[in-house]
């Protein structure tokens, strides 16, 4: 039992370590230039361990994003009953903020410095915010395809990456007062 604990942490260790070793040297020579053997050369492992991790570059590059989009959708998915989008999304981008690390601002910097990697990312978001606008139509009574929620998510996309670059309490209050407010303005319209 004792060892199982063990050997997840440790398997935790060796995931951040090969990220964190990708991320700056996408970074530092961008990610065509950076080849499997130098990431696993500077996170002191095989590359046989980098492509058990992370069987792609590609995919390497992109799993932080990933995980960060899954919890979002996750959030929105499976809030409880009486909670609305935007609440749920509130409460995931406090959380996110809470727990935003130095990984975070080196992943951001990669994708500064990587465009390509940039529109790969984008194109997740994408598939996040239309997901966001199926449940925040579902919630409002309009029909999936509506405009309205399609819009309300397509802003909520652009505030969620703004807070995240811009990680501070009076932000998130500034973005989600933004949000209700335009909310508001689709009830009023």
Not at 48 to 56: A, M
Not at 71 to 100: K, M, V
Not at 139 to 152: K, Q, T
């Amino acid at each position: 039992m004792m060892s199982e604990g063990l050997r997840e942490r440790s398997k935790a260790r060796r995931r951040e370590a090969i990220l964190r070793a990708a991320y700056e040297l996408f970074a530092e020579r961008g990610f065509e230039a950076t080849t499997i053997a130098d990431i696993a050369a500077a996170a002191e492992v095989s590359p046989r361990t980098v492509t058990l991790y992370f069987p792609s570059k590609l995919e390497l590059a992109t799993s932080h994003f990933d995980a960060v989009a899954d919890r979002l959708a996750g959030a929105l998915r499976e809030r409880p009953d009486g909670q609305t989008t935007l609440d749920a999304l509130e409460i995931w981008l406090r959380a996110e903020i809470a727990q935003h690390s130095d990984l975070d601002h080196l992943h951001d910097r990669m994708l500064d410095l990587n465009p390509q990697l940039r529109a790969v990312t984008n194109a997740r978001l994408t598939e996040v915010i239309q997901e966001g606008a199926r449940i925040l139509a579902e919630e409002r009574g309009d029909a999936p395809d509506d405009f309205g929620p399609r819009m309300a998510a397509a802003a909520a996309a652009a505030v969620i990456s703004e807070v995240c670059h811009h990680a501070q309490e009076a932000n998130i209050d500034k973005a989600i007062a933004f949000l209700r407010a335009g909310l508001h303005t689709l009830d009023t319209a």
